[in-house]
């Protein structure tokens, strides 16, 4: 099991940047790749980026394609998503989860694959 916080989010005007970040702590966190999730109220939890575990391989939901980064520092424990040119419907909280480099699939959008979760970071685009 890993432990994961969020941090970073905020209230920023739209077409602004924030970046998020979720550290890692409790096993080896380059055993793990990573995803973030994003909820808002009344809808269901939403992919929205993954990164393997050695950062190699990224994936991106359509909608933030291009204006979304996800990155990972292995050393410091850390994976950032960098959000530029924020919309209003980019406004959720922001969900870090993780699962173990052995736990293979398919499909790393699904939230059903990711183990361990974080508490959420909310992230608020201003019109």
């Known amino acids: 099991q890993v432990q994961l916080v969020e941090s970073g989010g905020g209230l920023v005007q739209a077409g602004g940047s924030l970046r998020v970040s979720c550290a890692a702590s409790?096993?080896?966190?380059?055993?793990?790749?990573v995803a973030w999730f994003r909820q808002s109220p009344g809808k269901a939890r939403e992919f929205v980026a993954a990164i393997r575990e050695s950062g190699g391989n990224t994936y991106y939901a359509d909608s933030v394609k291009g204006r979304f980064t996800i990155s990972r520092d292995n050393a410091k424990n850390t994976v950032y998503l960098q959000m530029n040119r924020l919309k209003p419907e980019d406004t959720a909280v922001y969900y870090c989860a993780a699962r173990p480099k052995w736990v293979v699939t398919a499909t790393p959008h699904s939230p059903t694959v990711y183990i361990d979760w974080g508490q959420g970071t909310q992230v608020t685009a201003s019109s």
């Open positions: 409790g096993r080896t966190f380059s055993d793990y790749a």
